[in-house]
């Protein structure tokens, strides 16, 4: 079935219950249920069937007097009976009619009645507990109040919005002399104290309410967002294809909005400035985000909102969104409001388990809905938003409710198929994988709270952290991750051992063969001895530093849990193994420089404190040299490698934001080493009178080769360090991680 032909009959649905209900309000005679039947389809035909009958059996039982008996229709109406018998949900609304009449009926008597239903049944009718109406279609009982009419101290200017529940005008507060949202609506629910717990930049802002107990109605006053909804701009690019939607697009639909209440777009708004140059993946990013975040301040504060769609998102005139019409919302904070509470929502963009607790034939109850349901809402809203469609477009109207959510509820089950969508570029691409994981049917495989959710959106336009935090299948990071410390040690050991490598050729050549060449073999002896004890303790004492790192780093790998202390505390020790590894190479180093004179001693004669003092500047430089390098791959690996591997999903790199800003610091020193000792060794070299041309050309080019390595390293670290640093930012300016209000 189309998406047109889907919302057809869901609009056709509404319009016949909403006329039959304005016949029963017209007073008079009894309205007959055919002549508000469609002809075909039959299942669409039967739904109407069912969902006229609630709305008959109240106006019958609760307002006229007029009972009648689930049975009676049925005799009426062939095809409300199939091969299950009755639709559970019809006899249902009968037992809840008659309760709220005052009759008191017991489930036991239409378990004898339908015995064939008999075991949901006897879940779906409860004793003692109250109950709450199946009907799809909730009577907006604001209808009757126009535009031009006074309320309490509103006068209403033009009407804004109308759903299921209420009507939303433009109103002029008298009292105040300001313009105010006024959202009129039946006397009931709890959304004005749920919202009155809640001051967010993008919630919507509720002053307070007005009770008008002679009409039934209460009048909600919030802050006046001008800019229109989201509905609003998906209707204005309805006809415009997702690949060809801009910021500035987006902007144009909120100025139509603006102009068809006479007014105009703010004259200077960075937001809106930075929205004009935007992609449309971008606009979703940050749009999303920030409702991610609002969401997840509202889960803090132990609010659901249980109906996110695009038109409960408003738009204020510097395009910020706002969420509104909490409704159905739940708040574990407000006294008396239970999750069953005016339990509904918009089909279209619940999750599963929303469409199972809605549905009177299964056993999942309001209660275990948590906010990854919302947050489930949220990711098929921004699809829809991102690729012209929601997810889902198979929703047919079955032949009864309980049908028509099973149905949709094993649709979502599925998953997402992405055979339809091939996102060409890379942001798109990112942004799909993060919505792919919020429409997860497994609530335990989602974002787990907002701010995760609102990261993961601000991750996508950072496309070098993400890189770093979710590298491609087949990448280097992945290999590495697999076994770290052998890659660790195998960093820091290979360029100790190119050192080492060019100390022994040097000293050999100027010192030993020229001024102790009678010694040639007990320097060999030394150098053996020396570097077989040097190497073998060195690794020993890399593996013992890096180990908490890189064990916790394999944990992750191979899918064990890690406590947050442990992921913290080894997190943060990564950023630190490039300047331990650095510190132990010089300590190694210098200890060799005095150890090599010691063990060419013991092999007979002493050395001259002239040859000594060679061998100790030289080794000394080797050692400078030889530590920079190592810190640079080891910092590379804790940037590119580790710290990613072992930061948690919802984990922000705020806390650990000025370690990072130190080992950018520190890696500009490490390169001023790398390049300033070869350098100096060579000058003083000529300086002393060394004439080898062969030596210091050789020396000139490891220098000038280490030094082009060492700079390519660290720039490539700094942009490392930007990134992750980025997202710090954007978390602290953005809001992400909410504790209190304020951003």
Request: aromatic letters at 10%.
């Amino acid at each position: 079935m189309k998406l047109e032909d889907v919302e057809h009959s869901w609009s056709l649905l509404a319009d016949q219950l909403e006329s039959f209900i304005s016949r029963w309000q017209a007073g008079g005679s009894v309205p007959k249920l055919g002549e508000f039947l469609p002809r075909e389809p039959a299942a669409l035909r039967r739904m109407v069937l069912v969902e006229l009958i609630k709305v008959d059996l109240e106006f019958r039982w609760q307002h006229r007097n007029l009972p009648k008996r689930i049975e009676e229709y049925a005799n009426e109406f062939e095809e409300l009976t199939d091969s299950q018998g009755v639709p559970c949900d019809l006899i249902y609304e009968e037992f809840h009619v008659r309760r709220l009449s005052g009759k008191d009926p017991h489930p036991d008597e239409f378990i004898e009645r339908f015995p064939q239903q008999a075991t949901k049944l006897a879940r779906l009718l409860p004793v003692e507990s109250s109950t709450e109406s199946t009907c799809l279609f909730i009577r907006n009982e604001s209808k009757e109040v126009e535009v031009g009419q006074t309320l309490d101290d509103f006068h209403l200017m033009c009407k804004l919005g109308t759903g299921a529940f209420a009507t939303v005008f433009l109103a002029r507060q008298e009292s105040m002399q300001r313009l105010v949202a006024l959202k009129v609506s039946g006397d009931k629910g709890m959304e004005p104290q749920t919202l009155a717990q809640l001051d967010h930049p993008h919630i919507v802002r509720v002053y307070d309410q007005r009770r008008l107990p002679e009409r039934g109605l209460r009048l909600l006053y919030m802050q006046y967002v001008s800019g229109g909804t989201l509905q609003d701009v998906v209707r204005f690019l309805k006809g415009t294809p997702p690949d060809e939607r801009t910021g500035k697009q987006f902007l144009q639909a909120i100025d139509e909005s603006l102009a068809k209440r006479g007014e105009a777009p703010p004259v200077y708004s960075d937001w809106r400035r930075a929205l004009a140059a935007a992609s449309w993946p971008e606009v979703n990013c940050q749009l999303g985000s920030q409702l991610a975040a609002a969401l997840h301040y509202a889960q803090r504060r132990g609010v659901l909102h249980r109906d996110i769609k695009p038109a409960n998102v408003l738009i204020s005139a510097d395009a910020a969104p706002k969420l509104a019409d909490f409704n159905i919302s739940y708040s574990s904070l407000v006294e008396g409001n239970t999750p069953a509470a005016y339990f509904g929502g918009s089909l279209a963009y619940m999750s599963p388990e929303q469409l199972e607790a809605c549905n009177p034939t299964h056993a999942r109850s309001p209660e275990e809905l948590d906010g990854r349901s919302d947050l489930y809402s949220l990711a098929v809203m921004l699809w829809e938003l991102l690729h012209g469609e929601r997810p889902f477009q198979d929703e047919r109207i079955g032949a009864d409710w309980g049908e028509t959510l099973e149905k949709m509820s094993e649709r979502r089950h599925q998953g997402v198929s992405l055979l339809a969508v091939s996102p060409a570029d890379r942001l798109t691409r990112e942004l799909t994988r993060v919505l792919q994981v919020g429409l997860d049917p497994n609530p335990d495989q989602r974002w787990q709270d907002g701010s995760e959710m609102a990261a993961q959106l601000q991750l996508c336009m950072n496309p070098r952290a993400q890189q770093l935090l979710n590298p491609p299948v087949r990448n280097w990071r992945r290999m590495v991750r697999m076994f770290p410390l052998s890659v660790l040690i195998m960093a820091v050991a290979f360029p100790n051992f190119l050192a080492s490598g060019l100390n022994i050729w040097y000293n050999k050549q100027n010192i030993i063969e020229v001024q102790l060449p009678e010694r040639a073999t007990d320097f060999v002896i030394s150098t053996i001895v020396i570097n077989l004890a040097a190497y073998p303790l060195g690794m020993i004492l890399v593996g013992w530093l890096a180990w908490p790192v890189t064990r916790t780093v394999r944990q992750l790998v191979l899918g064990k849990v890690v406590a947050h202390d442990v992921s913290a505390a080894t997190r943060r020790l990564s950023l630190r193994l490039g300047l331990y590894v650095a510190l132990l190479g010089i300590a190694a180093w210098i200890l060799c420089a005095f150890a090599f004179p010691v063990s060419f001693n013991l092999q007979g004669g002493q050395m001259d404190l002239t040859v000594f003092a060679y061998f100790l500047s030289t080794l000394t430089a080797c050692g400078f040299m030889a530590a920079a390098y190592p810190f640079f791959y080891a910092v590379l690996l804790a940037v590119e490698v580790f710290y990613p591997a072992l930061m948690e999903r919802n984990v922000s790199t705020f806390e650990d934001r000025e370690q990072l800003c130190q080992l950018g610091r520190q890696a500009g020193f490490f390169l001023m080493i790398a390049g300033g000792v070869p350098m100096m060794s060579i000058a003083v070299l000529i300086l002393t009178g060394l004439q080898n041309s062969m030596v210091l050309g050789i020396l000139s080019f490891v220098g000038l080769m280490g030094l082009g390595i060492s700079f390519f390293v660290y720039r490539r670290i700094q942009g490392d360090v930007a990134a992750l640093l980025s997202l710090a930012k954007s978390n602290q300016l953005g809001g992400l991680l909410i504790e209190d209000s304020q951003f």
